[in-house]
């Protein structure tokens, strides 16, 4: 078996894992961090609101407002969530990265906070309260994004800390920035010489649809990381997930492989991990108020040489 078809066959990521807490612990988070918003009469009108700008693709009008973008995270946030746990959990790669060194993470896109919540899960099932010998890693986290989910990064990192993490919250620190990616500055933005790991799930066809050329240029900056690091990017496995440059559509894949890995592998970076089609299905007794989906995604792990 060539080793591209032995990383292609991922059909599947579990719905919970040993390796992160337990589905109904990060509903409850959320749970926790909104129940006023979840217990107001208003809730199924923001969502209604949040769900028509989405229908139309507004980005900038879905999450204009703090009001929106809470309407967003109480709604879909907890279905991204669990899903990043569940696939963060499944790639050994990552897993390590989260929980076996100090590490620091860039979540491109990653203001609604899925990322954030879906890293912690697995980081502090990792955590040996008990044990005071054992080193305890640090985990930095930035994430940036256009809108300014600032005051929900806060308040579910506070979150996390207090349900989480006990008498260790020193070792997650948390940082927002609220800033187009696309014009961010390579180095004293992103720093992405320092990273382990970034993520890009479900960031990059709104980014190929802001502006494709300066797309192409974070991709191609990327070259920039350290040896050993890691990116993880996911996308919608649907027709969503194409570029059309001139008359033709391509999958998007096709041209970040293309950008990332160089011809005959003559690139940067090379493939680890990759599924074309992967399911998450959510368990079915779970405990939260509203809708918890199931998702279907390609993914793509690669590595810096």
Not at 75 to 87: K, V
Not at 252 to 271: A, C, M, Q, V, Y
Request: with cysteine.
């Amino acid at each position: 078996m060539s080793k591209r078809a032995e990383i292609s066959e991922f059909p599947t990521i579990p719905a919970s894992s040993t390796y992160s807490l337990p589905s109904n612990d990060v509903l409850k988070l959320f749970q926790d961090s909104f129940r006023y918003l979840l217990n107001s009469p208003n809730i199924e009108s923001f969502i209604q609101t949040v769900k028509g700008d989405l229908y139309e693709r507004d980005y900038i009008k879905a999450f204009g407002d703090d009001d929106r973008r809470m309407a967003y995270v109480v709604r879909w946030t907890p279905s991204r969530a669990l899903c990043y746990s569940s696939l963060f959990s499944s790639l050994e790669e990552i897993r390590n990265i989260i929980t076996e060194r100090d590490s620091r993470i860039l979540c491109i896109g990653g203001g609604a906070c899925g990322e954030l919540v879906g890293l912690s899960a697995v980081f502090a099932q990792s955590r040996d309260f008990y044990n005071k010998e054992r080193y305890r890693s640090k985990l930095d986290v930035k994430l940036i994004d256009i809108a300014d989910w600032g005051l929900i990064a806060d308040k579910l990192t506070s979150e996390i800390k207090k349900a989480w993490l006990y008498n260790e919250p020193d070792y997650l620190n948390v940082e927002f920035l609220n800033e187009d990616v696309l014009n961010a500055n390579h180095d004293s933005s992103l720093q992405l010489n320092s990273l382990d790991l970034i993520t890009l799930l479900f960031t990059t066809n709104e980014l190929f649809s802001e502006d494709k050329a300066k797309s192409i240029r974070l991709f191609q900056a990327l070259d920039n990381c350290q040896q050993g690091a890691h990116l993880l990017i996911a996308e919608s496995a649907g027709s969503y997930s194409h570029i059309t440059v001139g008359t033709k559509k391509f999958p998007i894949r096709f041209l970040i492989d293309t950008i990332l890995l160089g011809k005959d592998g003559s690139g940067n970076w090379e493939l680890v991990k990759q599924s074309d089609s992967c399911w998450y299905r959510c368990e079915k007794d779970y405990d939260y108020p509203l809708k918890v989906e199931n998702m279907r995604f390609f993914f793509r792990l690669y590595k810096r040489k």
